[in-house]
């Protein structure tokens, strides 16, 4: 049966709904429903569809390319004429915003790539805010004078101070999990209108399905495995359309205590196979169904390691330093075969002092100076969902302040300019020199790293003592210098430079706080201000 004929622009979500013919005792298990879309140039694109209560499905899909789409469904039960073999014809325009998500397609891990991109190869810049418990913001209430909405006022915030990425867990642990137990409908139906939100302001929203032990410490057992795996489906059909990504578990590897069930010692060393291994299987569920190719990764707490590495469903590394670390600490992952976007969106928490601030500040660079695709930004109040000083998670030692005093504080505005600089450069292009002499030789290697392209752009990022020297530089060639701060935004130029010798020595900085220096050569510059 034909549905109907919809009109949808490229890369936006058109929804189809489906009444079943006959009840089912148990919808979420007793049936499965998958539709494909046959693209005007014979694309193929799977997406399951996800039960909404009583007799309704509903498959929700993004054209990738414009023209004519038609859809075919196929149910687990043929007999059911409301769920299978139902026809639809979809007809993408041109998408007619100005946002880079659906100008430039959704976001890709490229094989063998550092950073990731749109799908059109344009590189993408990470920065996200954490918001781990943004299913409990609300929706149609404000505590902050002048705003109507709690999730509303923070993500239009943060939308104006150049986020790219929304950062969530759905609670499924909490929301049926269980062997047996259908999906709390309630709770996604809620959701849907952040995720709709998030998208109709162009964020990419990455999203966990439940953090460390949320299914035990030792292998899970087969029965919620399997259930994880329907979870992961179920997520999958619902949001997959939208631009997405996908961290699976929020701290997959971190120490468990030792009066927990399934602890075991020899699993809390660096480089040891873990414990909670099954969240694999978690993220493998999620990539069978991924029909948009959403970058896909496991989130690792502070140690370096390399599990799910070799796994199909590992597109990037979604790192939790935890602290402000030097590059050494990111060039173990930088130089792991094969080559993966670093993204490391958990590190530092702005509890809004100097010290805070400044480590936050200090991590968004040294991120970039390693070769990393992007960095992430906590807030307390904000990624802990402190409604009210009492409510939620709020406890002091997490950051307890509520979040309409923390959304205005000084660190996201850190982060913008962060984002400003490196969007200003092919940041991409950028190698980090970790110990590399060749290209430079600091005081204070440490707190001085070093990234370049060739020698026609020098990036170095001080947050220490000392000073240094650029090497390998063009002596034919004259370069424009400036220093950075990332404090204001402002740049100070240091005029005309040339290398004696391939070697420049480093004029001191405007003060001892910390600086960004830009060396390019004139030509590189001149097309950059152009």
């Known amino acids: ?249 929020g701290e997959f590897n971190i120490p468990c205590d030792s009066a927990m069930e399934g602890f075991d010692p020899a699993l809390q060393q660096e480089g040891d196979s873990y414990a909670r291994m099954w969240w694999g299987e978690v993220a493998q569920a999620i990539e069978e169904h991924n029909a948009y190719h959403h970058p896909l990764s496991i989130n690792y707490w502070q140690p370096q390691g390399n599990w799910f590495a070799a796994e199909p469903f590992h597109h990037f590394w979604a790192l939790q330093a935890y602290i402000l670390r030097d590059q050494r600490y990111y060039h173990y992952f930088h130089d792991y075969q094969p080559a993966k976007p670093i993204i490391d969106a958990w590190s530092g928490m702005d509890h809004n002092d100097a010290t805070s601030q400044d480590a936050q500040r200090a991590i968004a660079y040294v991120i970039m100076q390693s070769g990393g695709a992007g960095w992430g930004h906590l807030t307390e109040g904000i990624w802990n969902n402190c409604y009210t000083k009492d409510s939620g998670i709020c406890v002091d030692s997490w950051g307890g302040t509520p979040w309409f005093l923390s959304v205005d504080w000084q660190g996201a505005r850190y982060m913008t300019l962060a984002h400003e600089f490196y969007s200003s450069l092919e940041w991409w292009k950028l190698q980090p020199r970790v110990g590399n002499s060749a290209w430079g030789t600091f005081a204070d290697p440490d707190h001085s790293p070093l990234s370049n392209d060739g020698n026609s752009t020098y990036v170095v990022y001080f947050f220490g003592l000392g000073t240094g020297v650029l090497a390998n530089m063009d002596d034919s060639q004259a370069y424009s210098g400036q220093w950075y701060n990332p404090r204001d935004g402002s740049y100070t130029p240091l005029g005309t430079i040339r290398s004696s010798n391939g070697a420049w020595q480093i004029s001191p900085r405007p003060d001892d706080v910390d600086w960004v220096l830009l060396v390019r050569r004139l030509s590189i510059a001149d097309k950059g201000s152009s």
Request: net charge negative; aromatic share 14%; glycine share 6%.
């Open 1 to 249: 049966m034909d549905l109907q004929h919809i009109q949808v622009e490229r890369w936006r979500v058109a929804e189809i709904s489906l009444e079943s013919t006959r009840p089912y005792p148990h919808p979420f298990t007793d049936v499965e429903v998958l539709a494909l879309f046959t693209g005007p140039e014979g694309q193929i694109i799977r997406r399951p569809a996800f039960w909404d209560g009583e007799r309704t499905w509903r498959i929700r899909f993004a054209p990738t390319a414009c023209g004519d789409w038609r859809m075919e469904t196929t149910c687990s039960d043929p007999a059911d004429d409301g769920l299978h073999g139902m026809t639809a014809t979809i007809h993408a325009r041109d998408y007619s915003g100005d946002l880079p998500v659906y100008r430039h397609g959704f976001v890709k891990a490229e094989r063998d790539t550092r950073y990731l991109t749109y799908d059109d190869s344009t590189p993408f810049l990470w920065l996200s805010d954490e918001h781990a418990c943004m299913d409990g913001e609300k929706w149609d209430e404000s505590n902050k004078p002048g705003t109507i909405s709690q999730f509303q006022a923070i993500a239009d915030l943060r939308k104006s101070q150049q986020f790219t990425v929304y950062q969530s867990v759905i609670w499924t642990a909490g929301h049926w999990t269980e062997p047996g137990v259908e999906p709390q409908l309630s709770y996604y139906q809620e959701l849907d209108l952040k995720f709709e939100y998030l998208a109709n302001l162009g964020f990419v929203h990455s999203t966990a399905l439940g953090y460390h032990t949320d299914l035990g410490n030792a292998q899970g057992d087969p029965l919620k495995i399997t259930a994880m795996r329907r979870a992961a489906r179920y997520v999958e059909a619902r949001y997959g359309a939208y631009p997405m990504v996908y961290y699976t578990c």
